[in-house]
């Protein structure tokens, strides 16, 4: 890819805007859309990136943080704002859900 866009500031780790920022000029340029059309909330694939395109993406990603990235990250984190805050270490799992069932209705019982 030409523009990689300014490589994240010496010890500081890039931002989750920094990252999504990177990503959505990445992903306009690699499908030839317009940035503006990138939903951040969008999946990937939604914007019509396919593996070997993603392979790219991903080299390119770890090339600008100075890291290898598994080939498979922008699956396991399939959206620009889930694949930045997963970068910058904000996490992107969902909160757990209490328990249902009887064993938690149950009075007195401590659920699992």
Request: proline fraction near 14%; charged fraction near 20%.
């Amino acid at each position: 890819m030409s523009d990689r866009g300014p490589a994240p500031a010496g010890s500081c780790p890039p931002t989750a805007d920094d990252l999504r920022a990177w990503l959505i000029r990445a992903l306009a340029l690699r499908l030839s859309l317009d940035p503006a059309a990138v939903d951040p909330a969008a999946r990937f694939v939604h914007h019509g990136l396919d593996s070997r395109r993603a392979a790219g993406l991903v080299a390119d990603l770890g090339a600008w943080l100075g890291r290898a990235l598994p080939p498979t990250v922008v699956w396991d984190h399939p959206t620009p704002d889930a694949l930045a805050r997963h970068l910058a270490g904000e996490g992107t799992r969902p909160a757990r859900a209490p328990p249902a069932g009887p064993a938690a209705a149950a009075p007195g019982r401590a659920p699992l």
